[in-house]
Nanobody, 122 residues
Framework: QVRLVESGGGLVQAEGSLRLSCAAS????????MGWFRQAPGKEREFVAG???????VVAESVKGRFTISRDNAKNTVYLQMNSLKPEDTAVYYC????????????????WGQGTQVTVSS
C-alpha cells in the first residue's frame, strides 16, 4: 500500500510561486508514475502534470510554461513547481500514483494523497 502526503500549499498573490511536494512511502517509488491533479469547487478533478519513472513528463496545456513537475527517487518525493500563478489556479491539489506510465484520467490512478489547498488572490 502506497501512502502519499502532500505539502507546500497556501495563499499566494497572482504572479507568485509555490512549490508543492508529495512524499511517498510503502512502495518502491521508482516503480510508479506520479501525477498531480487539482479540483476546484464544483468542478471535476483535472490533470495538471505527470512524470514517469524515467522522468518523462506530461503537462496540461493550461499550465504549460508555468508549472514544472520533477521527482527525486532517492527521497521518494515528487514536486510541482508553480510559477506565474493565476486566480484560476486556485484549487485543492492532489498527488497520485499508478504503476507504469503517466495517464491523464484521474480514474487511472491507484493511490491518492489527502490534498493541499492552493489559493491565488488577485
Amino acid at each position: 500500500q502506497v501512502r502519499l502526503v502532500e505539502s507546500g500549499g497556501g495563499l499566494v498573490q497572482a504572479e507568485g510561486s509555490l512549490r508543492l511536494s508529495c512524499a511517498a512511502s510503502g512502495g518502491t517509488f521508482a516503480n510508479y508514475a506520479m501525477g498531480w491533479f487539482r479540483q476546484a469547487p464544483g468542478k471535476e478533478r483535472e490533470f495538471v502534470a505527470g512524470i514517469n519513472w524515467i522522468t518523462t513528463t506530461v503537462v496540461a496545456e493550461s499550465v504549460k510554461g508555468r508549472f514544472t513537475i520533477s521527482r527525486d527517487n532517492a527521497k521518494n518525493t515528487v514536486y510541482l513547481q508553480m510559477n506565474s500563478l493565476k486566480p484560476e489556479d486556485t484549487a485543492v491539489y492532489y498527488c497520485a500514483a499508478r504503476v507504469r506510465g503517466v495517464r491523464t484520467a484521474f480514474r487511472d490512478y491507484d493511490y491518492w494523497g489527502q490534498g493541499t489547498q492552493v489559493t491565488v488572490s488577485s
